[in-house]
Nanobody, 124 residues
Framework: QVQLVESGGGLVQAGGSLSLDCAASARTFDKYVMAWFRQTPGKEREFVAAISRYGGSTDYGDSVKGRFTISRDNAKKRVALQMNSLKPEDTAVYYC?????????????????WGQGTQVTVSS
């Protein structure tokens, strides 16, 4: 079992940057592949980024590649999402997710644990 708590969301102007943080309560955090997803009203939850158990491998959705960076600190049991060059279309609720199977994936069903989400709003 793991509980996830996101923080760092807020309002930012287009072109700006924002950093999201996810704190995990897991006893063995490094057994989890971690990811970020986002969702806007009326749309399906969208894959943003994922990072392998020890941070050696990352994956990004096409819409954020080159602008967002996912990282993790296993000692602190945290995963971060650095978002640069933000666009109004990045506006969404961002969710942290954990997968205990150890396989990096983009599917929502891969991840068994989710945080409550944090709102990111990018103004034009």
């Amino acid at each position: 079992q793991v509980q996830l708590v996101e923080s760092g969301g807020g309002l930012v102007q287009a072109g700006g940057s924002l950093s999201l943080d996810c704190a995990a309560s897991a006893r063995t955090f490094d057994k989890y592949v971690m990811a970020w997803f986002r969702q806007t009203p009326g749309k399906e939850r969208e894959f943003v980024a994922a990072i392998s158990r020890y941070g050696g491998s990352t994956d990004y959705g096409d819409s954020v590649k080159g602008r967002f960076t996912i990282s993790r600190d296993n000692a602190k049991k945290r995963v971060a999402l650095q978002m640069n060059s933000l666009k109004p279309e990045d506006t969404a609720v961002y969710y942290c997710a954990a997968d205990p199977t150890g396989h990096t994936g983009r599917g929502i069903g891969t991840y068994g644990f989710w945080g409550q989400g944090t709102q990111v709003t990018v103004s034009s």
